[in-house]
């Protein structure tokens, strides 16, 4: 059982990794599309980014340095990615259950991360009793827990309100049900693993040294090994879902929403307009006079009704 | 079936409208007012369009009158889609299309941010979201083919009836795009109701005539919705000139086609047919701050407007090149662009990516350059003449979507003793309820459903920024720096009797400017006349 664990322990990394790649590959290969940002834009500098406003305030703009704050972006984004700002602002009933959800998920990757170093510092021979190491196996000792009781209570929250709230519900379909309770039962034997086997994590810890050393060193718990199994299970999951929103919203603001940059000076740019205005076009109504040969340029430069300059 | 309490797949349902919103559910405005009923349909209307969403009737879609033709709307409209998520039909906007359909949570955090839903009384039809799930689940079962969509993700029966009316309901949206400012992953909900429209018109052929036929193809054939070719603009723009003259005592010269100019003003056309005291503000503007610019006479380049970024991404295409050739033939240095919103944002930021590098001629708004001829002391300019209330509506394509926030309130605060703001306002402002081409549109039903829903958050807001001065006695006056804003607000204050009750007007911004500017004879701006 514990060599299966193992097996599907590397496959779910191959596929959390595979899936993930997969989707920032799909996206950055995808053409270049037209500016659509949405104000306001955080990196704008000074007090602009405070009231929404942007460069092109200014008369003749482009002879301006183009400018970018990277503090004022900071401002936007920490809130937003550690304490749900938006949901905060415009959904405050949601925010109460999904930000401890959101924060036991943090907490869960810091978890895995405290995990690791353990596991390489026991690999290298450096024992529990060195400062450093012991200062780690504390944090993990408060992180894990931390983790798993947060999410599984956020969870829980979400679920209910799926549940009872008639406005979300009519939005909820099996895969948010689903998504909800595998991350609550998950964290639900995590915290029976930590309670009544697995207190200060040194199994846990133990685990992952042997995945990092090709070890399959055999694990007689079955609860841990089920827990193994589930948490594995559902990391290759969640970059299959609209959970991947957890990486691929640095697209949809980055490119996206504070995609402001102009086409000036911008050969790259240019050069990326040439490749798509040269797609053929096949959309059949009439007025496009798309035939799947003719391209972007071609269309967008033919008149359908265009006069003869006598008739004009 | 509850109105509030629509089902998804209700869309799908053999049944007479989708949903109605009755005047008990609309939003409580701040003053009684007596809100009409809905007509009914004429029966000739439907006889020839499906009218089976709710009581308005926006995009003509022909009634199918066999079983083959309503087979035939649900594969066109399949075929459309297909055609909408590959990158040679859709480069334009498909990562947001793609990132829109794959990672939103579903969590409404964007509904009560749009004015719509609010208005309707959170009517289910309105949620940003309503449509967009709709769309989805058609997209991930038909289009992706995601193994047990049903299942998975919900179901959505496709039929012709779903297609209809998801057709039409991508017409109940103003494509302000509140609701994706608030998105936290950020989901863009008003852009699939444009892409849907894109369906319609780019595969299927079926589109809105005010923003089609008789929008951006006239524009192509006679270079403007309005169908004034340039030998009859040239006319009307000098009799402008020629009437302002008289009236301001300021002698008005527009100049057109001059080569080599720095700047080629672009207005829409719109302004020379109903508020020519736009035009000639801009010429006594620009002469007396001595600016070298011009007007063109070419094929669309007298008219900014550009419909095709409300519905269709090659009619967008076709006439940004038009003006873009028409600079290049000039000479200028740039375009400027006039007060219309939804020109600015698809000249300056879309057709930024669209533009081939010949071209790439720099383009910007009109108000930073009014803000700085305001600032400079280049015009003389009285404040007192302009001694009335003002407040200014934010068109969603300058502000929301463009970041220009500043100058308008520049020009205002030096100019207008007794500004105030809307609340909320800048990129938070709320739609006028013409956006996205609603404000040209008098059909049937279509006038009283801006009024009532679409522009209803608008009005409550002016209304609210007003609530200090009420009652005829005291002069209001809306600062509305687009012409469809205008246009809308035009008609939200006919409908609601506002110059008659409150004293209440509107126009754009450079006519408050002309209105100060000492070298003018007084009272550019009058009451009664709008």
Same mark, same amino acid.
């Given at each position: 059982m514990s060599q299966l664990t193992y097996v599907v322990a590397y496959a779910a990394i191959i596929v959390f990794v595979v899936a993930v790649l997969k989707r920032i590959v799909g996206y950055i290969t995808n053409p270049i599309h037209v500016r659509w940002e949405l104000y306001?834009?955080?990196?704008?500098? *000074?007090?602009r980014a405070s009231y929404g *406003?942007?460069?092109?305030?200014?008369?003749?703009?482009?002879?301006k340095p183009r400018e970018s704050s990277l503090i004022n972006e900071l401002k936007v984004m920490i809130p937003e990615i550690l304490f749900l700002k938006a949901v905060w602002e415009y959904n405050r009933p949601l925010w109460y259950f999904t930000f401890p959800f959101h924060l036991g998920l943090y907490f869960a990757v810091v978890f895995i991360g405290l995990l690791g170093i353990g596991s390489i510092a026991q690999l290298a021979g450096? *024992?529990?009793?060195a400062a450093l190491i012991s200062a780690v196996h504390a944090v993990t000792n408060f992180v894990g827990p931390a983790a798993f009781i947060l999410t599984a209570a956020g969870g829980l929250g979400l679920l209910y309100k799926r549940v009872t709230d008639a406005e979300l519900n009519n939005y909820s379909s099996f895969e948010h049900f689903f998504n909800l309770i595998l991350f609550i039962v998950t964290c639900a034997v995590a915290i029976a693993t930590w309670l009544f086997i697995d207190p200060n994590f040194s199994l846990a810890r133990s685990f992952v040294a042997s995945l990092i050393a090709f070890k399959f060193t055999a694990v007689s718990e079955p609860l841990f090994l089920v827990q193994v199994l589930l948490v594995v299970l559902t990391i290759a999951y969640i970059p299959l879902t609209h959970m991947s929103h957890f990486f691929m919203k640095y697209f949809l603001y980055h490119d996206i929403r504070w995609g402001d940059t102009p086409n000036i000076d911008t050969p790259k740019t240019d050069e990326q307009i040439g490749v798509v205005l040269n797609y053929p076009v096949s959309w059949s109504a009439p007025h496009i006079a798309g035939d799947g040969k003719k391209t972007w340029a071609e269309v967008a430069t033919f008149n359908p009704v265009a006069k003869e300059e006598k008739e004009k | 079936m509850s109105r509030k309490a629509l089902k998804i797949n209700d869309i799908s349902k053999d049944t007479e409208k989708l949903s109605s919103v009755p005047n008990e559910d609309l939003m409580p405005l701040p003053w009684d007012i007596e809100e009409k009923e809905w007509d009914e349909f004429p029966e000739d209307l439907k006889e020839r369009n499906v009218c089976i969403l709710d009581d308005v009737n926006i995009l003509p879609i022909p009634n199918p009158k066999t079983k083959e033709e309503e087979d035939e709307l649900v594969n066109k409209f399949l075929s459309g889609m297909k055609k909408l998520f590959t990158k040679e039909n859709n480069w334009t906007f498909l990562s947001m299309l793609e990132t829109t359909m794959e990672h939103c949570a579903k969590c409404n955090t964007c509904s009560d941010a749009c004015h719509m839903y609010e208005a309707s009384g959170k009517n289910e039809m309105y949620r940003p979201t309503y449509r967009t799930e709709i769309f989805r689940r058609i997209y991930k079962k038909h289009v992706k083919k995601e193994p047990l969509s049903d299942l998975r993700n919900g179901k959505v029966d496709l039929n012709w009836k779903t297609v209809a009316r998801l057709g039409e309901l991508s017409y109940r949206c103003n494509v302000c795009r509140r609701c994706a400012q608030t998105c936290p992953i950020g989901a863009d909900n008003a852009l699939v109701a444009r892409e849907i429209r894109k369906i319609f018109s780019q595969e299927m052929g079926i589109t809105v005539p005010e923003l089609h036929k008789n929008g951006s193809m006239l524009q192509l054939e006679f270079g403007s919705s309005t169908k004034m070719n340039s030998l009859v603009v040239r006319d009307n723009v000098d009799f402008i000139d020629e009437d302002f003259s008289e009236e301001t005592g300021v002698d008005i010269k527009t100049p057109w086609d001059v080569e080599g100019a720095d700047i080629l003003l672009i207005h829409n056309a719109g302004e020379v047919m109903a508020w020519p005291d736009n035009i000639a503000a801009f010429s006594m503007i620009f002469n007396a701050a001595g600016l070298s610019w011009t007007l063109s006479s070419d094929l669309a380049a007298y008219d900014s407007i550009n419909y095709g970024v409300f519905y269709d991404d090659v009619q967008f295409a076709r006439t940004a090149i038009l003006h873009a050739q028409a600079a290049e033939k000039l000479g200028v240095k740039k375009i400027v662009l006039g007060e219309c919103g939804h020109a600015h944002k698809a000249l300056t930021v879309i057709a930024d990516r669209v533009l081939p590098k010949p071209l790439k001629i720099p383009r910007e708004s009109c108000f930073p350059i009014l803000r700085d001829i305001v600032l400079s002391g280049k015009i003389k300019l009285d404040p007192s003449r302009n001694n009335f209330p003002v407040t200014l509506h934010d068109p969603c394509n300058v502000?929301?979507?463009?970041?220009?926030?500043k100058p308008q309130r520049d020009i205002m605060k030096a100019i207008c003793p007794q500004f105030r703001e809307m609340h909320p306002h800048g990129p938070h402002n709320y739609c006028c309820g013409g956006g996205s081409g609603f404000a040209i549109m008098h059909r049937n039903n279509i006038s009283e459903w801006r009024n009532k829903i679409a522009g209803r958050k608008k009005i409550e807001q002016i209304l609210n920024a007003f609530s200090d001065c009420r009652g005829p006695e005291t002069p209001k006056y809306v600062c509305a720096p687009c012409s469809n804003c205008k246009g809308q607000i035009r008609d939200m204050i006919e409908r609601y009797e506002l110059l008659e009750k409150e004293n209440m007007t509107y126009s754009g911004i450079v006519e408050l400017i002309v209105n100060a500017m000492v070298d003018v004879n007084p009272g550019y701006i009058k009451w009664e006349e709008y």
């Open positions: 306001p834009v955080a990196h704008e500098p *000074g007090e *406003g942007s460069y092109l305030e200014d008369v003749e703009w482009w002879n450096i *024992g529990p009793d | 502000t929301r979507l463009m970041g220009i926030i």
